[in-house]
């Protein structure tokens, strides 16, 4: 399987290579995926983003709303170094970071392999908080209506731990802190 994702990767990195080819420099600062369901809401994230901002230049955006072009996505997400979400489909856009880049899943919902073998396969390191540092508030689903699981829930992340690990990947990649004011 190691041999199917180098191939997988080193295609995966040609193509990424001619998508960005054309578009501008990244800067230095955080693209945080916000969604917009009703599961899988991180409870304090005005607080965790209004801390974050205290140090890091943070663009929020959501993707699930429509509005942004494929084209604009791309150059969104190619124009910074790490992509800050909880988990869901828009991770997958960590294959448009310009390396060197990060992924921080913020919870990975119990599937520990998932973004991180996707992140891997572009070169993206990646990040995931421990779930001792989440605390899952379980709405109640009609019946008939599914299961209830770490998926369904909604999240109170440790805000140290984000800072912290944040704080970790600019160290990593070697990158300077950048606000713009």
Not at 159 to 175: E, N, S
Request: charged residues 25%; negative net charge; proline residues 3%.
């Amino acid at each position: 399987s190691s041999g199917i994702n180098a191939e997988y990767g080193d295609i995966a990195g040609r193509v990424k290579t001619a998508l960005l080819s054309s578009l501008p420099s990244p800067s230095h600062g955080i693209l945080y995926v916000k969604r917009t369901t009703k599961d899988r809401q991180i409870l304090n994230e005005e607080e965790i983003l209004s801390r974050l901002r205290q140090d890091h230049t943070v663009k929020e955006v959501e993707f699930d709303s429509g509005l942004l072009s494929f084209e604009d996505q791309l150059s969104l997400v190619s124009s910074h170094h790490i992509l800050l979400s909880v988990h869901g489909a828009a991770l997958t856009h960590a294959a448009f970071l310009r390396l060197p880049s990060a992924m921080f899943e913020l919870y990975n919902a119990g599937e520990e392999h998932c973004y991180r073998t996707f992140a891997e396969l572009f070169g993206v390191k990646y990040y995931t908080l421990d779930r001792r540092d989440v605390r899952v508030t379980y709405a109640t689903r009609p019946e008939g209506r599914g299961w209830v699981t770490p998926k369904t829930g909604n999240y109170t992340l440790n805000i140290d731990r984000v800072l912290a690990i944040v704080g970790q990947i600019y160290l990593d990649l070697q990158l300077d802190v950048h606000i713009e004011l």
